[in-house]
């Protein structure tokens, strides 16, 4: 299975932009990236994915290297809602259908 | 509120005794998801169902762990004689079929096993 590597953590000024990066450098042609997040004290929830392109939604933009060995979510305005621990995973389509959540990137935003 | 909802959010019960969470997910959401959680660690899938039909099983639902999905609407996941090392978060999640990765999680019923 391809594998997902995160920095442990990261912190970041409210107000400012956030660039969280994954390598999947065993990315296979057919693998989705997902990107969740999980809130203090919440279940994880559904950021943004994307297979090739570069994408964009109200949350978050998720950036995909040519190469599709790394990718880097955006969070254009951190704000202290923002605060989390971030997921970057890996789907295939011949893997099941559940989710591979790794050790993610604890995400902290000062005011 | 029509997102997942699970109950209860807290259990504590002794060693060797049996629990029985639920989880209710989206009505429209025929794909129905549990995942384990301990501390510092990201969720681990255990299993999940198609309607009424469970596909798949993690090897880390031993056979103290049940989940049914009776009617294709509600789940509920049990274990008996537990053990400590069945404290943790368990997290429901639910999703179309037609967008089984974006799945939509319940916030959780925390075990305690003391």
């Known amino acids: ?111 | 509120d029509t997102g997942v909802s699970q109950n209860p959010r807290h259990k504590i019960t002794k060693r060797g005794q049996n629990v029985t969470f639920r989880c209710d997910p989206i009505s429209e959401h025929n794909r129905l998801y549990w995942y384990r959680q301990t501390l510092g660690q990201g969720p681990e899938f255990l299993t999940y169902f198609q309607n009424e039909a469970q596909l798949e099983k993690s090897r880390l639902l031993s056979d103290r762990f049940s989940a049914e999905r009776p009617k294709g609407s509600f789940s509920t996941l049990e274990i008996q004689r537990t053990e400590q090392g069945d404290s943790a978060m368990y997290l429901c999640a639910s999703s179309l079929m037609l967008s089984p990765y974006e799945q939509y999680f319940g916030p959780g019923t925390r075990l305690t096993v003391t």
């Open chain 1, 1 to 111: 299975d391809a594998k997902t590597t995160q920095p442990n953590s990261m912190e970041s000024n409210e107000e400012e932009p956030v660039h969280l990066p994954c390598n999947h450098s065993t990315i296979s042609g057919t693998d989705y990236i997902h990107w969740y997040r999980q809130l203090p004290s919440q279940g994880p929830e559904y950021v943004i994915h994307g297979l090739t392109s570069n994408v964009n939604n109200r949350m978050a933009s998720l950036a995909i290297a040519e190469d599709r060995k790394s990718s880097t979510l955006i969070l254009h305005r951190a704000t202290l809602r923002d605060a989390a621990v971030y997921y970057c995973i890996l789907t295939s389509g011949n893997a099941g259908n559940m989710l591979t959540f790794g050790g993610g990137t604890r995400l902290m935003v000062k005011p």
